[in-house]
């Protein structure tokens, strides 16, 4: 397994498997609407340039993907996926490490999810973020966000 920053010619292939992954938390909050299952190429193509995607690769084909940027010295983590194949093993985790990875400087962490995700609240948990803020969605579903703070080590 490979985990690197994807480049615009990755951007088919992403968006295939972030439909694919997508699937379940429709499914979950049945909601068939959800930005990443409505998002076109052209707009996954435009977010290249805002912010830093990595994809995990394996056996020659994107089994994972997570993005990010810096904001005002916080780093916006989004679109984690895994392909439904390989979930359960470890890539979630080595995705979010690595996006880490690529914002050293930043002061915290941060990331948003469906509050009946508990599957994805987990992880975060497991890794360190903590839930900081819950909003309602007006005719959908609560969102919660969550941060970790970046703690120096002297």
């Known amino acids: 397994m490979i985990i690197q920053r ?3 010619d990755d951007a088919a292939e992403i968006l295939a498997l972030q439909k694919l992954a997508y699937l ?3 499914e979950l909050y049945d909601d068939y609407s959800i930005p990443p299952l409505t998002q076109t190429l052209e707009e996954l193509i435009d977010s290249f340039f805002r912010n830093t995607i990595l994809k995990a690769v394996e056996e020659g084909r994107i089994v994972g993907s997570v993005n990010g940027r810096l ?4 780093c916006l983590v989004g679109r984690l996926m895994v392909h439904p194949d390989v979930q359960g093993k470890g890539l979630g985790t080595a995705l979010m490490a690595a996006i880490e990875k690529e914002f050293p400087q930043a002061e915290a962490y ?4 469906g509050e009946r995700s508990e599957r994805n609240i ?3 948990e497991r890794l360190g973020y903590l839930i900081y ?3 309602e969605v ?4 609560g969102i919660v966000f969550m941060e970790k703070v970046f703690i120096p080590r002297f």
Do not use: M, N, Q, V
């Open 133 to 135: 803020e819950r909003k």
């Open 138 to 141: 007006p005719g959908s579903f």
């Open 122 to 124: 987990r992880l975060y």
């Open 110 to 113: 941060r990331l948003f999810t």
């Open 6 to 8: 994807a480049t615009i």
């Open 71 to 74: 904001s005002e010295g916080r």
């Open 24 to 26: 379940s938390e429709a």
